[in-house]
């Protein structure tokens, strides 16, 4: 599966809501989609996993949806610290785990 | 709090092995709940997976390394292991070591700090 994320980048102001997409060429397994936020020198952090569930101690501005080969990240109320790049991610076709190229978020 | 650190040296010449091994503390290698994996993002890249383990023994690795890629476990030592021999300038990569989990949809909840492996003579 060939994961397509767009925009490439994306440029808000605090308080706006960012919406990302992520298309998978083959529809995904089950709910095997997660999406991941990862700071500049950081690794990434999980953010969603399941398509929808915030994973421990991810604010509830962050929500996951979507199925088969469309799926979204929204983020609420956008802070300067949402600053980063996210990437979507499916597990389960060869290969097991495949990422998408990144949204880069500018606040 | 669950802690996985990368370990393993920095510098590797072309067409040697590269060889990382992850400690992870406050877990147990020996989980039936988890896998452990290795991701790697060359710099300014996407993230790429090359493989994971189960206590099982079990592994699944990228079909792009397959030929090329070993991961083990040591349980006296709650770590695992990387190897990928026949490195090219093209394995320089920023390495991770995750944990994914079978409750959270195989989501890679935990990711240590990452180490910076340059391919070079």
């Known amino acids: 599966i060939v994961l397509t994320q767009s925009p490439g980048t994306l440029s808000l102001s605090p308080g706006e809501r960012a919406t990302l997409s992520c298309r998978a060429s083959e529809s995904v397994l089950s709910d095997y989609f997660a999406w991941y936020q990862q700071k500049p020198g950081q690794a990434p952090r999980l953010l969603i996993y399941g398509v929808s569930s915030r994973a421990t101690g991810v604010p509830d501005r962050f929500s996951g949806s979507g199925s088969g080969t469309d799926f979204t990240l929204t983020i609420n109320r956008l802070e300067p610290e949402d600053s980063a790049v996210y990437f979507c991610?499916?597990?389960?076709?060869?290969?097991?785990?495949?990422f998408g190229p990144g949204t880069k978020v500018n606040i | 709090q669950v802690r996985l650190q990368e370990s393993g040296p920095g510098l590797v010449k072309p067409s040697q092995t590269l060889s990382l091994t992850c400690s992870v503390s406050?877990?147990?290698?020996?989980?039936?709940?988890?896998?452990w994996n290795w991701i790697r993002q060359p710099a300014g890249k996407a993230l790429e997976w090359v493989g994971r383990?189960?206590?099982?023994?079990?592994?699944n690795y990228n079909p792009s390394l397959k030929r090329r890629v070993t991961i083990s476990l040591d349980t006296s030592k709650n770590q695992f292991s990387l190897q990928l021999t026949s490195v090219t300038a093209a394995d320089t990569a920023v390495y991770y070591c995750t944990r994914s989990s079978f409750f959270l949809s195989y989501g890679l909840d935990v990711w240590g700090q990452g180490t910076t492996v340059t391919v070079s003579s």
């Open positions: 991610q499916q597990f389960g076709s060869s290969p097991l785990f495949t």
């Open positions: 406050d877990d147990s290698i020996t989980s039936d709940s988890h896998h």
């Open positions: 383990i189960h206590i099982s023994g079990s592994t």
